[in-house]
């Protein structure tokens, strides 16, 4: 279809948690700015009516981030409400009739994936998919061979360039700011490969357990849930080429060269934990082996990065809640100068952004010797930034794929896991707050260990 503005938005869920915690809030926000101006339709089966649609819309806001009245009482004239079974005829033909007229909508399921496929045939045989675009919450499958079945359901209604596969990750300003920082700095390109660079850690801390989520991480587990798709994202963007400015798929071009020279896991290359008190939560099998921290060094077979060792280490119940990446450079040839320490660049992602780089310069006194140091940039979220999902929702509507997991990569990303998923190694358990099981310092014991993240500031 053609790059035409999507003249509805429906959205499959609309009684949901997701759309309670993040999709009220991100539609009135558009609302705000001018970004959604057509008819917006929600989709369950809960027995609700438009009113209590716009009850539940007016207590989501409430919640988070506040109702911005004028904002508000034009989302919620706009608002309309199908209620039915997914898989019943009768659904699509009561959503045929609300869409009244429009011939360019745009389809958010924001759904379990079991359901993508009843959804997607009923949109079919309904004739609500044609010249629609669909958007699709991750996870992408369980592994390869389900991402490969859910692209396949998908493609027998849609054609790839009208498929919006959300990662809300990449919708964040923090991430997109490491993507630029990189290709918009020309002090970084010289350095920034195997002459260089010493090694690469990520680090994604969360501070607290899985939140009566447990049922839902029985399913994910911390490989599936996080690394596959945000590490490997942020990995994508560290060792990319630079995409081509003329070419609007170029940074998916990219990302998929960068999955695709990244070797394979193996078990000797993973270290799996589980914080002790998780087999009590809700949900969670008495005897789980899920991992809630997971620890991986991983190999990027180009000309680029070949013998540079990246670290990603990702868990629940850590000391503090933040994303850090750790680019450590090699220690300079007069290496008495620079003591034990070498430079580096950091980047912290969240909850604030932060770039430094560490430098040395000489200590005050008679004495030639230096001292660490760092020259930092700090950047703390405005009330008026752009929200991840407002973003990609905007986006997904005027037809901007930038943003978006396209096929090849989802599938790729998941070849990189794919010999490490299905209880690939032990679980060791480890005490919350502290950083993980202990087996998982063997990884970086040959760089000096893991980067230690600050604890971060209230």
């Not at 309904?126 to 692209?151: M, W, Y």
């Not at 009590?280 to 099998?285: L, S």
């Not at 809630?292 to 190999?299: D, G, I, P």
């Not at 999902?389 to 090849?408: H, I, K, N, V, W």
Request: proline share 6%; charged share 25%; hydrophobic share 40%.
């Amino acid at each position: 279809m053609s790059a035409a503005l999507s003249d509805a938005l429906v959205f499959f869920g609309a009684t949901g948690d997701l759309a309670y915690k993040m999709i009220f809030p991100a539609l009135q926000a558009m609302t705000r700015r001018g970004r959604l101006d057509v008819p917006v339709i929600g989709v369950a089966k809960s027995g609700a009516t438009l009113a209590d649609l716009r009850a539940r819309a007016r207590d989501s806001l409430a919640r988070h981030g506040g109702v911005d009245e004028q904002a508000f009482a034009k989302l919620s004239a706009r608002l309309r409400y199908v209620d039915g079974d997914y898989g019943d005829p009768a659904t699509y033909a009561a959503l045929r009739q609300e869409l009244d007229g429009a011939t360019h909508p745009a389809h958010y399921l924001a759904i379990p994936p079991r359901a993508f496929g009843t959804v997607i045939e009923g949109l079919a045989a309904s004739g609500c998919a044609r010249d629609a675009r669909v958007i699709v919450e991750k996870p992408f499958g369980r592994d390869l061979a389900s991402a490969q079945a859910l692209n396949a359901t998908i493609h027998r209604v849609f054609d790839e360039s009208s498929v919006f596969r959300i990662d809300h990750y990449l919708g964040k300003e923090p991430v997109q700011n490491l993507l630029l920082f990189r290709f918009a700095n020309t002090f970084l390109e010289p350095i920034w490969n195997r002459n260089y660079v010493a090694s690469v850690q990520i680090t994604m801390a969360e501070s607290f357990g899985v939140q009566g989520r447990g049922r839902f991480y029985e399913e994910a587990g911390a490989i599936r849930d996080v690394i596959q798709n945000h590490m490997l994202q942020v990995i994508g963007f560290l060792a990319m080429e630079a995409p081509t400015t003329t070419y609007a798929e170029s940074i998916h071009d990219e990302q998929v060269k960068i999955f695709r020279t990244i070797r394979p896991l193996s078990p000797d290359d993973l270290v799996r934990g589980q914080f002790r008190g998780y087999r009590n939560e809700e949900g969670v099998a008495p005897d789980s082996t899920v991992e809630t921290f997971a620890a991986v060094r991983l190999h990027i077979d180009s000309w680029r990065w070949d013998g540079v060792p990246f670290f990603i280490r990702a868990g629940k119940c850590l000391p503090t809640t933040t994303t850090e990446v750790m680019v450590t450079l090699k220690r300079p040839p007069l290496s008495h100068l620079a003591d034990n320490d070498t430079n580096y660049v950091r980047f912290r992602l969240s909850p604030d952004v932060v770039i430094g780089i560490g430098a040395r310069v000489k200590r005050p006194g008679e004495e030639m010797v230096t001292e660490p140091t760092e020259l930092k940039v700090v950047h703390k979220p405005e009330g008026d930034e752009m929200d991840a999902y407002e973003r990609l929702l905007g986006d997904a509507m005027e037809g901007d794929r930038t943003l978006f997991a396209r096929q090849d990569g989802v599938e790729a990303a998941w070849a990189v896991v794919e010999p490490i998923l299905h209880d690939a190694t032990p679980v060791y358990e480890y005490d919350c707050s502290t950083w993980g099981p202990g087996q998982a310092d063997a990884l970086t014991a040959d760089v000096g260990g893991w980067h230690c993240c600050a604890p971060v500031s209230p």
